[in-house]
């Protein structure tokens, strides 16, 4: 049995997901937390809060590692840790630290740094002639403004440190511009208290399907599990609307798409990780869009395990833990499943979702999670904002998606509006 520190989570689906990856393999984990009552939420209907599965549930100042390091030392003198891990992106750099800090394994703290500032994942990857799109960063308004000019328009203009697609947003002119730069400029901190970088990221808009290479490195060695699609809504945002492991691709797109992929986690040096590399299909061949050293979030790895018997959160335990992970596929019934979210494009508080009475009943569903009625609901400009997701499997072929497409479609919000 290991003992792992998890310091931090998402409150999503991972939230749950690393808890259980880290129960079933018969590990344990001590928790460590700067606030909370963040995570004092109730738990989905039906099941017990991933919290309570904990050994132990410290806080400390997680957003101030200078300061944490030495008490993460003492607890460790006491507890005894065998891996750091997180299902944050926040506070993935400060785990790449503690994991050397402590002399456990992980990834070097500089390539998981390099990943989470977009900015830095652009430099490091054109020096190492892995294809992104034109871009500049720039300090503010004034400089992105001129460096629009040489880019041209239309281009897409996001924050560096920013996750689930905030404020990242397409603009087709000046004053479109301007006013995404107003809006990132009126966030100035995370979600979790911690100051953002002052810069923003602007690039040429690229044409083209976008897909994310799922990869696992562990001694040295990538290995690619697979290749899932997506699906964009919310224009000017992009809000991700819908998944489908594996993605119904010509054999020469996959393997350029798992190449460049690949080639991006190498010029990362990112080892020691399960990564989630988002990548647009242009018609001048791939093109990065980011690296996400961490598994891939909106139920992407639970698509993944419903068609390969593959648990990639459990990956995640077992390579953090220093271990050689078995990646070998089993046949689960299962050709393809999809996942399809309710997008909201409206705000008020929800009175009810029509529609979904029947959903439970139907053989070819995984799953099915709704917010509740009295909910507040705004129009969606992230992937934070989704009234629930249908998930469901075709054991035929690449059938899920429409499949899902389909029982989304009979499903109604009705939304009060303020």
């Known amino acids: 049995m290991a003992h792992l520190l998890v310091v931090e989570s998402w409150v999503g689906s991972m939230s749950r997901l690393l808890p259980r990856a880290i ?75 503690i994991a050397a800090r402590l002399g456990l394994p992980g990834p070097t703290p500089e390539s998981v740094e390099n990943a989470c500032r977009k900015d830095i994942t652009r430099r490091v990857l054109g020096e190492a002639g892995v294809p992104g799109p034109r871009h500049a960063v720039c300090a503010g308004r004034a400089e992105a403004v001129e460096a629009a000019r040489e880019l041209g328009f239309p281009l897409v203009v996001k924050p560096v440190d920013l996750c689930a697609g905030m404020y990242v947003r397409r603009v087709d002119d000046e004053r479109e511009l301007s006013e995404a730069c107003r809006a990132i400029d009126g966030f100035p901190s995370n979600a979790r208290g911690q100051l953002r970088a002052p810069v923003l990221l602007l690039e040429e808009f690229l044409e083209g399907p976008e897909v994310s290479v799922e990869t696992v490195s562990s001694g040295g060695t990538t290995q690619v599990v697979g290749v899932t699609d997506k699906s964009l809504g919310g224009a000017p945002a992009f809000v991700e609307t819908g998944h489908m492991f594996p993605a119904a691709l010509a054999p020469a797109d996959l393997a350029a798409a798992e190449d460049t992929a690949t080639r991006a986690v190498g010029a990362l040096g990112l080892d020691a990780v399960v990564a989630h590399t988002e990548i647009k299909l242009t018609a001048a061949g791939p093109r ?131």
Not at 44 to 58: D, K, Q, S
Not at 384 to 394: C, F, I, P, S
């Open 23 to 97: 129960r079933e393999g018969g590990h344990e984990f001590t928790f460590l937390t700067r606030d909370l009552h963040h995570y004092l939420r109730a738990a989905p209907e039906g099941t017990a809060h991933p919290l309570l599965a904990a050994r132990n549930v410290l806080t400390a100042e997680t957003n101030d590692v200078d300061t944490l390091l030495p008490v993460v030392e003492r607890l460790h003198r006491a507890l005894g840790f065998d891996a750091v891990v997180t299902s944050c992106d926040y506070y993935l750099p400060a785990v790449a630290r």
């Open 288 to 418: 990065v869009v980011e690296v996400n050293p961490r598994p891939a979030g909106n139920r992407i790895t639970e698509l993944i395990r419903h068609v390969t018997g593959l648990d990639l959160a459990a990956v995640c335990v077992e390579v953090a833990l220093g271990r050689t992970p078995d990646l070998r596929r089993r046949d689960t019934g299962l050709r393809s499943a999809a996942v399809g979210f309710l997008v909201p494009d409206t705000a008020g508080t929800l009175e009810s979702i029509e529609g979904s009475s029947r959903l439970h009943a139907l053989e070819d569903v995984l799953e099915v999670q709704l917010a509740e009625p009295g909910r507040p609901v705004k129009a969606a400009g992230s992937n934070n904002e989704y009234l629930g997701h249908v998930m469901a499997g075709d054991a035929e072929g690449f059938g899920a998606r429409a499949r899902v497409e389909s029982l989304l479609s009979g499903l109604r919000p009705r939304v009060a509006v303020r």
